[in-house]
């Protein structure tokens, strides 16, 4: 494909709140408002908008139009993307393309989400009712839930690996400010949590969360002229599911493995070049099947290689360092724009307590979507480089 | 058995097209399709084959037994149900793998196991949203 390299010149976002004060639209003003002011362009500069949200949750249409009228950003192209949880870093994916392909010079996604507004709490997301499995009452902690299961039974995994993720992953959010928790958490804390489909504990399940999270993107010229430290997007993967109703093997993520080759083949990249990835940790046994799926380690090898830290700072690759969904909460819509947000920080040097060492390229990674017949409806995949 | 309801008590079937409940007391069964063009095996109904697209698909039952790949215990299920609720997934030696739920009293549900042979039954699997009772198929343990 013939296209213009791609930079990220402003991110911006809000904290990840448990149950946010202001309302969605307020949430994406902010975030805006936030990548505009890093990125140093006047808001007038931006030549096209998308906005991620998980449709229907909000109760509003055109929701990026009602976040950016007030801020005098209308008279662009601006359009509504959805596809669950990866709906965010799609939005980013589509302002990526208009600059790769020439069509505008400055572009901007977002994602957005205001979950403890738009749906009971205590309840578990869960595939269409009317879908054949749906009917059955299954839930997506129950989907994830038996992935674990054929996961440790295949390749003997323990509840206690299961829970050095949330452990993990919480260490890494105390030191992130954006982060819905960071209260330190222990593996028997995690172990003694509400067990929510077996062998899923509380603990081992993202919690929903509100937020919003934006990125500007724009050509290398434009990005030069800024004098900021430049951020190029190496790879914008999106991908979709592929129906099957046959023995398809639950512990292998077939939409990851295959987003994930292609995004290394146009970064031009191998996972051995990568020293951070934020993944859809949405469940503890996401990181094991993701270590894998993504080429960090060999099928049914996620056992060890978390268990000997090497998906932590000083292991091989440090998997997510803001705390990733399971810490951080998963504002679905917003989820994918927030991890390139945290990317972009840590490339840059920019990303405090937490900051990966020297990090010279990150991954970003969303799936998203429980439809019949396949592992994910979505799957959208950042390389980021510096 | 009716499309719609079988009896007063508004018990309504979950697309009839997916299994049969025998009227002669047999026990019941699960339909596969198979297209006649390039011979793939669905469950359940497909309006065309999504691998050519062809729309003459042939009724083909599937055996009564399945094996076990994975499952879980939900103790959080969708609104409306009760938990706990066992829920795997069961292949069948024609190829395909059905999702369901398993029916087993609370205090055996400790007993499911990878592996283990399951056959197919028919049962309340919900109440929809006018409190009517979903009739479909659900999996108990052979015994
Ligand atoms: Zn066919």
Same mark, same amino acid.
């Given at each position: 494909?013939?296209?213009?390299?791609?930079?990220?010149?402003?991110?911006?976002?809000?904290? $990840?709140?448990?149950?946010?004060?202001?309302?969605?639209?307020?949430?994406?003003?902010?975030?805006?408002?936030?990548?505009?002011?890093?990125?140093?362009?006047?808001?007038?500069?931006?030549?096209?908008?998308?906005?991620?949200?998980?449709?229907? $949750?909000?109760?509003?249409?055109?929701?990026?139009?009602?976040? +950016?009228?007030?801020?005098?950003?209308?008279?662009?192209?601006?359009?509504?993307?959805?596809?669950?949880?990866?709906?965010?870093?799609?939005?980013?994916?589509?302002?990526?393309?208009?600059?790769?392909?020439?069509?505008?010079?400055?572009?901007?996604?977002?994602?957005?989400?205001?979950?403890?507004?738009?749906?009971?709490?205590?309840?578990?997301?869960?595939?269409?009712?009317?879908?054949?499995?749906?009917?059955?009452?299954?839930?997506?902690?129950?989907?994830?839930?038996?992935?674990?299961?054929?996961?440790?039974?295949?390749?003997?995994?323990?509840?206690?690996?299961?829970? $050095?993720?949330?452990?993990?992953?919480?260490?890494?959010? !105390?030191?992130?400010?954006?982060?819905?928790?960071?209260?330190?958490?222990?593996?028997?804390?995690?172990?003694?949590?509400?067990?929510?489909?077996?062998?899923?504990?509380?603990?081992?399940?993202?919690?929903?969360?509100?937020?919003?999270?934006?990125?500007?993107?724009?050509?290398?010229?434009?990005?030069?002229?800024?004098?900021?430290?430049?951020?190029?997007?190496?790879?914008?993967?999106?991908?979709?599911?592929?129906?099957?109703?046959?023995?398809?093997?639950?512990?292998?993520?077939?939409?990851?493995?295959?987003?994930?080759?292609?995004?290394?083949?146009?970064?031009?990249?191998?996972?051995?070049?990568?020293? !951070?990835?934020? +993944?859809?940790?949405?469940?503890?046994?996401?990181?094991? $099947?993701?270590?894998?799926?993504?080429?960090?380690?060999?099928?049914?090898?996620?056992?060890?290689?978390?268990?000997?830290? !090497?998906?932590?700072?000083?292991?091989?690759?440090?998997?997510?360092?803001?705390?990733?969904?399971?810490? +951080?909460?998963?504002?679905?819509?917003?989820?994918?724009?927030?991890?390139?947000?945290?990317?972009?920080?840590?490339?840059?040097?920019?990303?405090?307590?937490?900051?990966?060492?020297?990090?010279?390229?990150?991954?970003?990674?969303?799936?998203?979507?429980?439809?019949?017949?396949?592992?994910?409806?979505?799957?959208?995949?950042?390389?980021?480089?510096? | 058995?009716?499309?719609?309801?079988?009896?007063?008590?508004?018990?309504?079937?979950?697309?009839?097209?997916?299994?049969?409940?025998?009227?002669?007391?047999?026990?019941?069964?699960?339909?596969?399709?198979?297209?006649?063009?390039?011979?793939?095996?669905?469950?359940?109904?497909?309006?065309?084959?999504?691998?050519?697209?062809?729309?003459?698909?042939?009724?083909?039952?599937?055996?009564?037994?399945?094996?076990?790949?994975?499952?879980?215990?939900?103790?959080?299920?969708?609104?409306?149900?009760?938990?706990?609720?066992?829920?795997?997934?069961?292949?069948?030696?024609?190829?395909?793998?059905?999702?369901?739920?398993?029916?087993?009293?609370?205090?055996?549900?400790?007993?499911?196991?990878?592996?283990?042979?399951?056959?197919?039954?028919?049962?309340?699997?919900?109440?929809?949203?006018?409190?009517?009772?979903?009739?479909?198929?659900?999996?108990?343990?052979?015994?």
């Amino acid at each position: 494909m013939n296209s213009r390299e791609v930079c990220i010149i402003g991110v911006g976002m809000t904290k $990840l709140h448990k149950k946010a004060a202001v309302p969605v639209d307020e949430l994406g003003r902010q975030a805006v408002m936030a990548a505009v002011k890093d990125s140093g362009i006047s808001p007038k500069e931006i030549q096209s908008i998308y906005i991620g949200e998980m449709g229907g $949750l909000s109760g509003s249409i055109c929701l990026g139009q009602r976040i +950016c009228a007030t801020l005098g950003l209308g008279g662009v192209p601006m359009a509504n993307v959805e596809s669950a949880c990866s709906s965010g870093a799609i939005a980013v994916h589509q302002a990526w393309k208009d600059v790769a392909t020439g069509r505008t010079d400055i572009s901007m996604g977002i994602g957005v989400q205001h979950l403890s507004g738009s749906r009971a709490s205590g309840t578990a997301f869960a595939p269409d009712a009317n879908d054949p499995e749906g009917i059955q009452g299954v839930t997506m902690p129950g989907i994830y839930a038996m992935r674990a299961m054929r996961y440790m039974h295949e390749f003997g995994a323990t509840p206690e690996d299961l829970a $050095l993720v949330a452990v993990k992953n919480r260490r890494h959010a !105390m030191m992130n400010p954006y982060s819905s928790f960071q209260n330190p958490i222990t593996v028997e804390d995690v172990l003694n949590s509400k067990m929510i489909s077996d062998p899923l504990n509380l603990l081992m399940c993202c919690p929903n969360a509100d937020g919003g999270a934006a990125v500007i993107v724009a050509t290398k010229e434009k990005a030069r002229q800024l004098g900021a430290k430049l951020v190029r997007i190496a790879a914008s993967e999106i991908t979709s599911g592929i129906f099957t109703n046959g023995f398809r093997d639950m512990t292998t993520m077939e939409i990851t493995y295959r987003g994930s080759k292609e995004a290394y083949h146009m970064a031009g990249l191998g996972a051995e070049d990568i020293n !951070m990835v934020e +993944c859809h940790d949405a469940f503890v046994i996401s990181e094991f $099947l993701y270590t894998e799926a993504m080429g960090f380690c060999g099928h049914g090898e996620g056992v060890e290689f978390i268990r000997k830290g !090497m998906a932590d700072y000083g292991g091989k690759v440090v998997f997510s360092p803001r705390g990733g969904l399971l810490s +951080c909460g998963h504002p679905t819509g917003c989820t994918g724009t927030a991890q390139i947000v945290e990317a972009t920080w840590h490339l840059r040097g920019e990303a405090g307590d937490r900051q990966v060492p020297d990090c010279k390229a990150a991954l970003t990674h969303v799936t998203g979507g429980g439809v019949y017949g396949l592992d994910n409806a979505a799957c959208t995949i950042h390389i980021l480089t510096r | 058995m009716d499309k719609n309801q079988n009896n007063e008590q508004q018990q309504i079937v979950f697309h009839p097209d997916f299994f049969v409940v025998p009227d002669n007391g047999e026990k019941p069964y699960l339909i596969g399709f198979s297209c006649k063009k390039c011979g793939k095996m669905w469950f359940p109904k497909l309006p065309i084959c999504p691998d050519c697209w062809s729309d003459e698909l042939e009724k083909k039952p599937l055996g009564r037994t399945g094996k076990l790949y994975t499952y879980t215990v939900m103790n959080v299920p969708q609104p409306g149900l009760k938990a706990p609720l066992a829920v795997g997934y069961i292949d069948f030696p024609e190829g395909v793998r059905v999702g369901a739920q398993i029916d087993m009293p609370p205090e055996k549900i400790g007993e499911i196991k990878i592996g283990m042979e399951l056959e197919v039954v028919a049962g309340v699997v919900r109440q929809d949203s006018n409190g009517n009772k979903v009739i479909s198929y659900r999996f108990i343990p052979v015994c």
